[in-house]
């Protein structure tokens, strides 16, 4: 298994809804990885978990809450957004080193309004 | 703080022309990524180029890494209109950074 798997692909809420985008790997890797993709833009680092602990916060506001259940799993909890957090959101894993490169997830596309 | 800016941004080409894609950044780094990226897609990998003087190639693409002049480049031979997508260049220092990206348009 060479896949990054994103779930949901698409997602609509609302402003004060409460939801979860999932993002799952079976390839051994330990560091995963949160972007945020407005359109037209390179992708932006959120997040990044090594060996399932966050080590790297982008400054990134609370209504966005991480979580890394295990070494496969990763979840972004959503709360309280707003419309400009629509955009692509993007997982990805790579191995300690990373000297392959990062396996990017097909992303969520996430839409607030 | 690093910074990897991408030129030009915008590429419009007629198919079986060549042009380059340039790729420079401002931190030391040894890992030096292409990624395509097709329109509402995810990012694929093209390339990783891991040391001074690497250079890969698969079909019409061609990357080479400079890391004194902290350049790469992407060249591209023979434009067909498959190509016609978003490529960006990312350095690995603690973490991916993306440069800007340039759009390319491949035309009949």
């Known amino acids: ?113 | 703080e690093l910074k990897v800016e991408q030129n030009p941004l915008f590429l419009s080409m007629q198919e079986g022309k060549n042009y380059t894609i340039y790729c420079n950044y401002s931190t030391t780094s040894d890992r030096l990524y292409w990624y395509r990226q097709d329109p509402g897609k995810s990012l694929e990998s093209l390339f990783v180029l891991l040391s001074n003087g690497a250079v890969k190639q698969e079909g019409r693409l061609m990357a080479s890494l400079d890391t004194k002049a902290r350049l790469s480049t992407l060249h591209i031979t023979a434009a067909v209109h498959d190509l016609s997508a978003t490529y960006f260049c990312a350095v690995h220092y603690n973490d991916m950074r993306f440069g800007a990206g340039t759009r390319l348009t491949v035309k009949p």
């Open chain 1, 1 to 113: 298994d060479t896949e990054v798997t994103q779930t949901p692909k698409h997602l609509v809420m609302g402003m004060t809804n409460k939801k979860s985008l999932k993002c799952e790997q079976h390839m051994g890797h330990r560091a995963m990885y949160w972007y945020k993709q407005k359109a037209k833009k390179p992708p932006e680092l959120m997040f990044v978990y090594s060996y399932e602990k966050l080590s790297i916060n982008e400054s990134v506001p609370s209504r966005f809450s991480p979580e890394c259940p295990n070494s496969s799993l990763l979840n972004l909890h959503l709360h309280a957004l707003q419309p400009e957090d629509s955009a692509l959101y993007l997982c990805a894993s790579s191995q300690e080193v990373a000297r392959r490169g990062y396996t990017f997830g097909s992303g969520t596309r996430l839409t607030v309004v």
